[in-house]
T-cell receptor, first 115, second 114 residues
């Protein structure tokens, strides 16, 4: 089975721009979660989508948004980029069946640099 | 508000030794506690996970010890090897609907000296 893929792997943007990141989950997985990883704040949960609906949300401003398509692929968008948005953005997929011990499989991440 | 506190931030262990990383949580509603391993340039990968109805879980050289009353859990790596050198994260989540909303500790950079 192919793993979680994220594109692009690296991005450089300037302040004020917007960016869209893409995630393709493992085949058959219906849940996609997004995390931001920074040296200062560590790994922080952004949001989770399950069957095209946002099921969980973290404490990030409205500039961060996402969506999920019928094939479970997901995109996240960050508008009006700020320097502090520079981070590794990780996508994780799981079956999302609601059972406990529902392992999340992480992709390699997209490294976003905001100048 | 940091809900999962992890220590130490960095750890150096000799090859063959035991590596111990500790985590403490605040929210008693948490009911799933995984440990993740991350190598540079890679995403985190699940090592082992435990639920609060069990006090210990072992998989190969990796063991989770869980103390519900103290709200603490720890990862023990026996016979530590240089290939175990990585950053380790503890995490927690609650409920069925929230199972994918992981709250992570700050991470421990583990170095195993040959």
């Amino acid at each position: 089975k192919a793993g979680v893929t994220q594109t692009p792997r690296y991005l450089i943007k300037t302040r004020g721009q917007q960016v869209t990141l893409s995630c393709s989950p493992i085949s058959g997985h219906r849940s996609v979660s997004w995390y931001q990883q920074t040296p200062g704040q560590g790994l922080q949960f952004l949001f989770e989508y399950f069957s095209e609906t946002q099921r969980n949300k973290g404490n990030f401003p409205g500039r961060f948004s996402g969506r999920q398509f019928s094939n479970s692929r997901s995109e996240m968008n960050v508008s009006t980029l700020e320097l502090g948005d520079s981070a590794l953005y990780l996508c994780a997929s799981s079956s999302g069946t609601g059972k406990f011990d529902n392992e999340q499989f992480f992709g390699p991440g997209t490294r976003l640099t905001v100048l | 508000q940091q809900q999962v506190k992890q220590s130490p931030q960095s750890l150096i262990v000799q090859k063959g030794g035991i590596s111990i990383i500790n985590c403490a949580y605040e929210n008693t509603a948490f009911d799933y506690f995984p440990w993740y391993q991350q190598f540079p340039g890679k995403g985190p990968a699940l090592l082992i996970a435990i639920r609060p109805d069990v006090s210990e879980k072992k998989e190969g050289r990796f063991t989770i010890s869980f103390n519900k009353s103290a709200k603490q859990f720890s990862l023990h790596i026996m016979d530590s090897q240089p290939g175990d050198s990585a950053t380790y994260f503890c995490a927690a989540s609650k409920g069925i609907q929230g199972a994918q909303k992981l709250v992570f500790g700050q991470g421990t950079r583990l170095t195993i000296n040959p």
